[in-house]
């Protein structure tokens, strides 16, 4: 392949890379704009998607859309539950003190990852996707005939990875209207602005953190649901995703939703892109460590606002 | 009178975005006499106290202290030459013992000198009257111990400029008394600057009363002169005096 | 007894039970001991800035791993003996430890413990990058052959239990002695209160720095320890678990108190040990024990005696 379509079919990766890490991040932003709380066990719950998605599909059986469909639904859900009931016995008893809470969600990953090694082993398990149609892709080129359109070898992507991308738009879509345009959404600002005075106006602020803690980790589990038919299921799957989302959310500016956006979207398609062209540990190892110099010089991220 | 300036602030001025705290503010502290800062709530006393003790960077203007200019330093570097701060709000080690609070104070000019570190401890403890609670833990202490506790800290500095951002805050009469009596026993040892708000501390302490409003030097003077100053009257006294 | 002798006698007491150990524990105990000493002296280290400064690192592996591999790479790639390897291994950590700090405390809290984690990552994925000469996370041995320090062969068992012994000793007191000084009370009163040690004249952020350094070099003398009395060099110790681990042993033996690391690496060794036998998913006993404590016991064993018992506790 030449370098252009090269670079057009990783693009697509990256779009696809992006997608499933705009939900994984979102879920960690909003986590820590609403409660200051930074949640290690993110990646966990990402995890915990993909298994149940595995659960889901094989217990139900029949053709895959309908296990896919209802993984979709239900381990989201699931998962959020399980990630509110955490907060509610784990994290409200400590106040969200943010030494204590961190090693709380450090607890919380070691207990969520060792259990599903216990019951679901250390196998990677595949799910199958509801829809794999192989779809070329057309490229173009200036040669001695003009302008020629031509298709590639090599040059494709299936039509489930392209639901992938659309799925992470309709669903950030549906997020930020849900969060701009309804009262949900104003208790939740309201929540993260002040509150004190929030539980002074009657909003119940411990149900409000146990509903958003639940949100944030039913995105991670959206997310993995989504990513699982191109993905295997592994109890460990949850390292690369965590640390990931932390990237984009320090990048983004903590708490800054749009900024996590912008933020997935550049790291997702560099990632792609990079390690397409370049070895994957020397990509991680720069990517780390200017992440790391980014919170040391420009601790409200690369597209947040100067507070002083 | 002929009193050195041990420390002499010109043209102090605070900006925050655009909001004036304090302008071209200039003042200075007469060696061994206490010198009393007021003015209303919002007046600008906190914010030029910060940018004297360096936890505040001013926007423009400098601060000297023994003749030397010290506008460059941070704060740390201004306490090791002979200042101490009293926070506003109370400031100690809570989980610490009251005898190591102390000795933390003292230890930054004598902890090399093991002997005369526990005695100038000792020294204070007995001083302040809280020599038989050394063994307590600071943050046990009632509210008003830990104020005492903390102008404690301040004098185990041994400092030549002592300055005391509202210490009789909360304090109940008594112990308001006491505080006097602490303050007037110190004149001569060492330079004070009082932030207070109780009227009664500044009038039967302060050598010199400089009045702040909206972030300006309004007036400045002995007590007589203060009292007598139409301006002040207007915007300041009369109003606490009347009420 | 006045407090100072009270703690003397205690941490005499500690070393002088765990030299009389070796007399009466079984063979696999005498092994486990010498483990628990070497990851003892990581877990103080940790403690001196976790403890006693009050700063939560999550990178802790980075500088156990260049203690490591500073003397593991000595020996292999250098051809060190011993003695400059083991130095090799103390200087790189503390380097290591200088430029962090350097970096990292320009940050503070949450900033703080994901920057150490980042760089900590950072570390670990250059030992991967680097896999020509670590070998990865496979990792490499150190031949016995090269482990002879002035003629005594520390393979054997009663050669690597008491050279785990004296290292600990010297670690142990040093610490101990460390917190009774003047710099030890400046990093605690920083943990307490940092605005108020700054204006009392303690150049607070170097003190910080110190602490790390220390803390590092406690760490890298830990890991070099490691390599020399188990032969073995590798990746898994610089990834996220092994930071984790200290923070694990401190919390539960108790945040900065002398003994609390020591008493912390014991429990969680054994917890660890006989849950290994039943599963292979024994790190689920930590992640239990991190709630655990979180919730309940947040001042840890020693800690706790400490407030309940013995108030003299150091």
């Known amino acids: 392949m030449d370098f252009g379509p090269h670079l057009m079919l990783a693009s697509l990766e990256g779009a696809v890379i992006s997608a499933i890490l705009v939900l994984t991040a979102m879920g960690l932003s909003i986590v820590f704009g609403v409660m200051r ?79 599903t090694l216990m019951t679901y082993g250390p196998e990677a398990r595949p799910v199958e996707a509801p829809f794999n149609t192989r779809l070329s892709l057309p490229w173009f080129e200036f040669g001695e005939n003009g302008f020629e359109i031509f298709w590639p070898w090599g040059l494709s992507i299936t039509s489930y990875k392209l639901f992938v991308i659309v799925a992470a738009i309709v669903v950030l879509t549906t997020l930020w209207l849900v969060l701009t345009r309804t009262k949900i959404g104003l208790i939740m600002r309201a929540t993260q602005q002040d509150s004190d005075t929030a539980q002074a106006f009657g909003i119940p602020v411990g149900k409000v953190y146990s509903w958003v803690f639940g949100l944030g980790a039913g995105l991670a589990a959206l997310g993995a649901v989504l990513v699982v038919p191109i993905q295997q299921a592994h109890y460990l799957m949850g390292g690369d ?47 780390t460590f200017l992440v790391a110099m980014v919170l040391v010089f420009r601790p409200q991220g690369l597209l947040g606002k100067s507070v002083a | 009178m002929a009193a050195v300036n041990v420390l002499e602030a010109k043209g102090l001025t605070k900006i925050y975005g655009g909001l004036e705290a304090n302008v071209d503010i200039d003042f200075q502290l007469p060696e061994g006499e206490i010198t009393a800062l007021i003015g209303p709530n919002g007046a600008g006393k906190s914010t030029l106290v910060g940018m004297v003790v360096g936890r505040i960077l001013p926007t423009r203007g400098s601060v000297s202290f ?7 330093l941070p704060a740390h570097q201004r306490m090791q030459l002979g200042m101490a701060y009293t926070f506003q709000i109370t400031s100690i080690f809570p989980g610490l013992s009251v005898y190591d609070n102390v000795a933390l104070a003292a230890g930054q000019k004598l902890a090399g000198d093991k002997g005369a570190h526990d005695q100038k401890t000792r020294q204070v403890l007995d001083r302040i009257g809280l020599a038989d609670r050394h063994d307590q833990t600071a943050g046990d202490l009632s509210y008003g111990h830990q104020r005492v506790l903390e102008i404690a800290m301040g004098l185990a500095q041994d400092p030549k400029v002592f300055i005391l951002d509202e210490p009789t805050q909360g304090l109940s009469e008594t112990e308001v008394d006491a505080f006097i009596a602490l303050i007037k026993s110190l004149a001569g040892e060492t330079t004070i600057l009082l932030i207070e708000h109780n009227m009664r501390v500044v009038t039967e302490t302060a050598d010199h009363i400089t009045v702040l409003d909206q972030g300006r030097v309004l007036a400045s003077g002995t007590p007589e002169e203060i009292r007598s100053n139409a301006a002040v009257q207007a915007a300041y006294l009369g109003t606490t005096t009347d009420a | 007894m006045s407090k100072a002798a009270k703690s003397n006698a205690l941490h005499l007491a500690i070393l002088a039970l765990l030299f009389a150990l070796f007399f009466v524990l079984p063979a696999y105990h005498v092994g486990a001991f010498s483990r628990i000493m070497v990851l003892a002296i990581y877990a103080m280290g940790f403690n001196l800035l976790f403890g006693y400064t009050g700063l939560l690192s999550l990178g802790h592996a980075m500088f156990f791993a260049a203690g490591m591999y500073g003397f593991g790479l000595g020996i292999s790639q250098a051809g060190f003996s011993v003695a400059p390897a083991f130095l090799t291994g103390i200087i790189a950590a503390s380097v290591l430890a200088l430029v962090v700090g350097y970096l990292a405390l320009r940050t503070a ?19 991967l990058y680097f896999g020509e000469y670590t070998r990865g996370d496979e990792g490499f041995v150190i031949q016995s052959a090269q482990r002879v320090f002035f003629g ?11 050279t785990a012994f004296v290292l600990f000793a010297i670690c142990f007191l ?63 110790f610089s990834t996220v678990q092994y ?29 660890i040990d006989i849950s290994s036998s039943y599963t292979t998913a024994y790190m689920l006993i930590a992640g239990v024990v991190l709630v655990l404590l979180t919730l309940f016991a947040p001042q840890g064993l020693a800690g706790t005696l400490r407030k309940r018992v013995f108030p003299w506790l150091p």
């Open chain 3, 243 to 271: 930071s984790i681990f200290p923070l694990l042993w401190v919390l539960l033996g108790g945040a900065g108190t002398t003994i609390g690391p020591l008493i912390g690496v014991i429990f969680m060794f054994y917890l």
């Open chain 1, 241 to 287: 995703p965590l640390l990931l989302a932390f990237i984009v959310v320090i990048i983004g500016g903590l708490g800054s939703l749009p900024g996590t956006v912008i933020a997935a979207l550049l790291i997702g398609m560099s990632d792609g892109i990079i390690s397409v062209f370049f070895s994957p540990t020397l990509a991680k190892i720069i990517a």
């Open chain 1, 37 to 115: 709380v930074v949640n290690v066990a993110h990646g966990e719950f990402f995890m915990l998607g993909a298994v149940f998605a595995w659960v889901v599909t094989t217990t139900l059986g029949g053709h895959p859309a309908i296990g896919f469909l209802a993984a979709l639904i239900t381990v989201p859900i699931l998962v959020g539950c399980i990630a509110a009931g955490a907060d509610r016995l784990i994290l409200k008893r400590v106040n969200y003190d943010p030494d204590r809470t961190i090693v709380a969600t450090i607890g919380i990953l070691y207990i969520i990852q060792q259990t």
């Open chain 3, 152 to 162: 005594i062969d520390l393979t054997t068992e009663t050669a690597r239990y008491f």
């Open chain 3, 174 to 236: 040093w610490a101990a002695k460390l917190i009774q000084m003047p710099f030890g009370k400046r990093l605690v009163a920083i943990r307490e209160n940092e605005e108020r040690a700054r204006m009392l004249g303690y150049h607070t952020d170097s003190y910080k720095l110190r602490a790390l350094v220390v803390s590092g070099a406690f760490s890298g003398i830990a890991g070099a320890s490691y390599a020399l009395l188990f032969g073995y060099v590798g990746a898994s």
């Open chain 3, 109 to 127: 809290g949450v900033a703080f413990m994901i920057v150490t984690l980042m760089f900590a990552q950072t570390v670990y994925l250059v030992i």
């Open chain 2, 66 to 72: 023994e003749g030397a200019d010290i506008s460059h």
